[in-house]
């Protein structure tokens, strides 16, 4: 037996508040999936997150409005993704990873190496700048990176600062010209491993493509060389770009230098729409993968699935039973009535009640002498003759006492054993009062 309590919720209300609180916790994990949970990158660098003058979220936005699919990478492995990486390392930086990135993506995708020249502090109040933004920087001086002629299979690079003066502070490559942003403190390379792109009015290299096994005859045009004759078709172009002015925030204010940007990064890729990623692990958000992430990477990605859907069709069948449980009671209760009862069901389902006449019958008798205070006889038919006699002279146009137990202990319809009990009760109570 149970019985219904009542709900104590709207099911309605439960519904949304079920629903938001998934809403939310879907959301978090795909931020912490996604690596949006780290905080701002704004931090004054000079990598894609970065919107002071050394940085290069202008040219990861200008490529976002070009259509091309930008992404900045903190986790190591989206380094070996096909397409173009932008690796823009530190000044004080660690030559050994930079070739480990490098010589790993040789045979993945193209690789746009933008090397640092710039040594900034933050803006504040400190050096007069109250009112900067975050982010911003202040340019101290300029010097090439000590790591730069260290780097693994591109050989010797001999960076230098130059200052440019007149017609030798312009740049020329890729079909256009325009001036240099600092012709005061200019950075070119010299390496006979590189193919210029790029160059100043010296004729210096402000950016090239390394010359190696490999055939690259989108960026042979681009140069103006004849076509190499390697023959290695699955390795992928280098391109190093000394000057950072050219792609970085503080270069890209002119158009001429910003629509050389392009130019730069579609020669990179040989003319072909390629997703572009962002390096940020060089410069300290470097970032392990987690068990979420791989939860959504196949092969893991099956069996995150059906985990959902078996949290939903739980989810479901628990809502459609919201509320406070069933409140079951004993299955016998207390009391004399309850037990009386549960007895009475249990002979009335067992269909067996034709065998509760006789004892029924027996045990008024055995009430009635006691009442009486008649003496213990054995032979039962004597006690009911006494039984009868005292019936006749309480009521004397009563039934007899005997006849009607003969009758209740004959009776098998449940009708008639009802009626005989009844009966025989009635006689009870005529000689009890």
């Not at 002071?52 to 989206?78: F, I, M, P, Q, T």
């Not at 076509?227 to 000057?243: F, G, K, N, R």
């Not at 092969?299 to 995150?304: Q, V």
């Amino acid at each position: 037996m149970s019985e219904e309590a009542p709900n104590p919720f709207n099911p309605r209300a439960v519904l949304a508040l079920v629903l938001l609180g998934s809403a939310l916790f879907v959301a978090m994990l795909y931020m912490i999936g996604s690596g949006m949970d780290g905080g701002s990158t704004n931090d004054g660098g000079g990598h894609a997150g970065g919107k002071g003058l050394n940085g290069y979220a202008a040219l990861a936005d200008l490529l976002e409005r070009r259509g091309y699919a930008v992404s900045r990478a903190r986790n190591k492995g989206r380094l070996e993704d096909p397409g173009l990486v932008v690796l823009t390392p530190p000044l004080v930086g660690d030559a050994e990873k930079l070739s480990e990135i490098i010589a790993k993506r040789r045979r993945t995708g193209p690789t746009l190496l933008v090397l640092p020249k710039w040594q900034t502090s933050p803006a504040n109040a400190a050096n007069g700048q109250s009112q900067a933004r975050k982010g911003w920087v202040v340019v101290d001086d300029g010097r090439p990176p000590d790591w730069g002629n260290a780097i693994k299979d591109v050989g010797t690079l001999d960076l230098k600062i130059d200052e440019q003066h007149g017609e030798s502070a312009r740049w020329h490559g890729l079909g256009r010209d325009g001036a240099l942003a600092a012709p005061k403190v200019v950075q070119t390379m010299t390496s006979g491993s590189m193919v210029a792109l790029v160059r100043d009015g010296n004729g210096q290299m402000l950016a090239g493509y390394l010359d190696d096994t490999g055939t690259y005859p989108s960026l042979d045009d681009d140069a103006g060389v004849s076509s190499s004759t390697a023959d290695d078709e699955e390795l992928q172009p280098l391109v190093i770009v000394a000057e950072p002015d050219l792609l970085n925030n503080f270069g890209l204010a002119d158009r001429d230098r910003a629509m050389l940007a392009l130019a730069l990064v579609s020669s990179a890729m040989e003319h072909k729409h390629l997703p572009i990623s962002f390096d940020l692990t060089l410069n300290g958000y470097a970032r392990s993968a987690n068990l979420l992430t791989l939860a959504f990477t196949p092969p893991f990605l099956a069996a995150t699935l059906c985990l959902l859907i078996a949290a939903l069709a739980v989810g479901w069948r628990g809502f459609l039973r919201f509320g406070p449980p069933r409140s079951t009671v004993r299955a016998i209760a207390f009391g004399k009535r309850a037990l009386i009862a549960n007895a009475a069901g249990l002979i009335r389902r067992s269909r067996r009640l034709h065998l509760v006449g006789a004892p029924y019958a027996d045990h008024v008798r055995e009430r009635l002498a006691r009442a009486l205070a008649l003496p213990r006889i054995a032979d039962a038919a004597a006690t009911e003759a006494a039984i009868d006699r005292a019936l006749a002279a309480r009521a004397g146009s009563a039934k007899p006492f005997s006849l009607a137990a003969a009758r209740l202990r004959a009776a098998r319809r449940p009708a008639d054993i009802v009626k005989a009990a009844q009966e025989l009760h009635s006689l009870e109570r005529t000689l009890k009062t």
